[in-house]
């Protein structure tokens, strides 16, 4: 019973990638969205959240924010709207942490 | 009674995902139009209103960023960003727009507008300013 857990907040802004990050259970999905996408920069403060996880990043919200892929951490997937419905349909459930 | 009086503004959110940055951007240009002596101060996820090479084509927003550039026309050439902001959110100055100025007094020499502070610096710049908006 696999989750989609949905974060649209700066990690610096909001607790909810922490709660997000920390409820999230084996086999279950993170996608980045939003300001969410700040959560997934390498050499941040907020890099260790995403330890382990499988994490997805919204890439029309990269590009709006300047943000390159090479500027993300390791063995992140970045998709597009359609991966995301793909998300969407591929997990039981979704939680968006709003 | 000099009328000029130093107005700052405190930019502290990221861009698009609320419509402060923006907000801010509209406000600061009006107050320059205004002959006020204008400084700007990016810390927190402000930096990242900064960031070079934004492409808002994907999510329908408009991109206000080449604005940004604009403001040295405006004599708008003194803009803070918290260095320990940058680097906990994983950017260097590599990452912001070039922002330069003219300075007429100087046969038009450019100059860059941003200039990188610690926070013991911002505290400094704060403190002698008349107004504080805060965005």
Redesign the interface.
Known sequence: MAMLHLVNKSPYDACNLNTASTIMKDGDQLLLIEDGVYGAMKNSKAASLLKGLKVAVLGPDLAARGITEDKLLEGIDVIDYGGFVDLVVANDKVQSWL | MSETKKFMYVNR??????IYAWESLEVVLIGAAFEQDVSLAFL??GV?QL?????????G?K?F?PTYAALGDYEVNKIYVDRESLE????TLD?LQHLVWEDEDEDYAEKDSIRLVTRAEMADVLAEQDVLFNF
């Open positions: 959110k990221a861009p698009y995902g609320t927190d996820d990242f960031t070079k090479g934004q492409n808002t084509a994907g999510i927003m991109n960023s906990e959110r994983g950017l990452d």
